[in-house]
């Protein structure tokens, strides 16, 4: 469990974070999403006890990040894959971890079959594309065996391949029963992988929302060779509807099952019912107004 508790913080005169409160529950994924400069990756910092706020606070499993006693074994964070030094092997580098934060080598070995790395354990970080750097940057999150997960984009610069193992990845890892708190820009993998989101903008919050109410179903797209007469039966069944110019109805205000059991009663065929939702990018577009904050 991650508690932001009225949570100020300050660059000067920019207020990066802005009286912030939200929690984050474990056994699922929740999505942290914002402009760019909203104040994701600033929150993230304090919750891992990397900057001071001006006031309020950030407890990881109801204490602050510097109370801790074994960090890396309650809370593992990926901020910036590209930060491991070169010359540096996984093994090399994930054992300096484990020794440093006394954690057993056994893990150092799991974390990297748990990444798929084992394969080049041994090979020189200097010679991995961006998508092994991510790898070695999770296997460094998970290397305590924490309850609580913070990802900063892990997804940027990945291929498709990637962008997948790490979605089921952390999927795997909330269905255990852990927290997971990841930032994204990319609206379609977030609506994939998250199950409840925090929205902030500007510092402030916006909507901490599960994600099927920000992507509820807007309407049933109906086809039927005899529209007319069915656009007669759902409007008289309380149902709106719209007709749209290839020759489809737009309904709302009934659900498919309701609409396909009226229109058997009329002895109408139907050539199409599809329930449509409103995409996670839409709703984000709306609420956040698009474009940067700062
Ligand atoms: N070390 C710093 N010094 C000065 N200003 C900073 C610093 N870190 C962040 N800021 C400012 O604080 C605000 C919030 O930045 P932050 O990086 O937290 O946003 P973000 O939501 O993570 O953005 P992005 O999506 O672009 O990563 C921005 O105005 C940024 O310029």
Redesign the pocket.
């Given at each position: 469990m991650i508690e932001v508790r009225e949570l100020t913080?300050r660059?000067?005169r920019?207020v990066?974070?802005d009286g912030l409160t939200f929690h984050v529950k474990p056994g699922r994924v929740t999505g942290f999403l914002?402009?760019?400069?909203?104040?994701?990756?600033?929150?993230?910092?304090v919750i891992l006890g990397l900057?001071r706020p001006a006031s309020g606070e950030a407890l990881v499993n109801g204490r602050r990040y510097d109370r801790i006693r074994h960090p890396m074994r309650e809370v593992g964070a990926l901020l910036d894959a590209g930060a491991v030094q070169g010359g540096r092997t996984p093994l090399g580098h994930l054992s300096w971890m484990a020794r440093a934060n006394r954690i057993g080598i056994a893990r150092v070995v799991s974390a990297i079959e748990q990444v798929g790395l084992a394969g080049v354990a041994r090979k020189r970080v200097g010679g991995f594309s961006l998508g092994m750097r991510q790898r070695l940057g999770i296997a460094a999150a998970l290397l305590g065996d924490p309850a609580v997960l913070l990802l900063?984009?892990p997804v940027n610069g990945l291929d498709p391949d990637g962008v997948r193992w790490i979605r089921e990845l952390l999927r795997g890892l909330a269905a255990e029963g852990r927290t997971v708190l990841l930032?994204s820009?990319l609206m379609s993998e977030m609506e994939l992988t998250a199950d409840h989101l925090v929205i902030?903008g500007r510092?402030r919050l916006i909507a901490d929302t599960p994600m099927r109410e920000l992507t509820a179903v807007r309407d049933v797209l109906v086809r039927s060779s005899r529209a007319g007469d069915l656009a007669g039966a759902l409007s008289a069944a309380g149902g709106t509807v719209a007709a749209e110019d290839d020759g489809g109805l737009s309904v709302r205000g009934l659900d498919p099952e309701e609409i396909g059991d009226l229109a058997a009663r009329h002895a109408i065929p139907l050539h199409e019912v599809t329930p449509r939702g409103v995409s996670l990018e839409e709703t984000y577009m709306r609420l956040t107004g698009g474009g940067?904050?700062?």
């Open positions: 913080k660059y000067g920019t990066a974070v914002g402009p760019n400069g909203a104040g994701k990756s600033t929150t993230m910092r900057d900063d984009e930032s820009h902030i510092g940067a904050d700062r």
